[in-house]
């Protein structure tokens, strides 16, 4: 029960923390740059040194590297999918505030749904490489929420609002928490690695 209040904990505290930074302070450029990359490469670590090795260890290596790939051919549709929000466009025109807003709030939430599950997986299987994976995730989220929240309270012109819309973001990470770990903790350790492969897909084509 501790070590599940200590994740959950992590998830909000991550999430929240950068959110407040980004808000208390608005950042320099070449730091919402470094803060993106400093994210980026944690995800690329998590994927690659904690995911990946975890779930080889207890699938088999075919279907860890089909359910990797999967993961970022999945992303790479719904990237392909989804219409992005232009910064060049933001500055010459005036687009929908509402409708600029809700696609920021879609990426973010598709970006947290993998977060979640990858934790959920990983406690599924031990409640240490679960806590490993959500410290290494929350030390992502802070540079990177501080570098979502910026062009959100952009765009909103309150820092209430800005900061209530990203927050709520975070039910997204919980239902892939919930996911990960109530409805495939029960499963075989062969789907259970596929998932830790799929989540470091996610995470590697959003890096």
Known sequence: MN???LILSLIFVGQT???LIGLIKEPKE????GSLAFAASMMLGISFFQLIPEGLEIAPTYLVIIAFIAGIVTFWVIDRTLPHINPELLRKEKPSIKRSVTMLVIGIALHNIPEGLAIGVGFALTPALGIMIAVGIAAQDVPEN???IVPLYGLT????????IVTVTILFELLGFIFGYCFL???????????????????????
């Open 3 to 5: 070590d599940l209040l």
């Open 17 to 19: 923390l950068g959110c």
């Open 30 to 33: 070449t730091v919402l740059y």
């Open 146 to 148: 501080i570098a979502t």
């Open 157 to 164: 012109k309150k820092r209430l609002k800005s900061f209530v």
């Open 185 to 207: 903790k029960e499963t075989s350790l062969d789907l259970l690695g596929a998932s830790l492969a799929l989540a470091a897909g996610f995470m590697t084509y959003i890096s």
